[in-house]
């Protein structure tokens, strides 16, 4: 995906998706409720999926409202995806960040 040809939608599911905190997770739908599009759970994961700027806006730690992981990089993905999330919950207490 082009930079440069993200939709307004895109750029808003990113923008949300970046101030998700270190060692947290969000929800498809979490995220569609900040955009004040409460119903478009699966097109944030459409938008999320062609994040160009991953891990940096941590799309990692996005998941489905039932717990499960939802996609990553395709099927292979969710075993990097189950790692990223399992580093960050070790790792953020000994960065300082407050178990939530």
Not at 3 to 28: D, M
Not at 67 to 88: C, N, P, T, V, W
């Amino acid at each position: 995906m082009n930079k440069e040809n993200l939709t307004s939608f895109q750029w808003q599911v990113l923008g949300v998706t970046a101030t998700i905190p270190y060692g947290e997770t969000r929800t498809y739908q979490w995220i569609a409720q900040r955009i004040g599009r409460p119903k478009a759970a699966r097109a944030v994961g459409q938008a999320l999926r062609i994040n160009p700027y991953a891990p940096v806006i941590p799309c990692h730690r996005v998941i489905r409202t039932d717990g499960s992981l939802g996609g990553y990089q395709g099927k292979s993905g969710l075993a990097k995806k189950e790692f990223l999330l399992k580093i960050e919950k070790e790792s953020a207490p000994m960065v300082g960040i407050k178990d939530s």
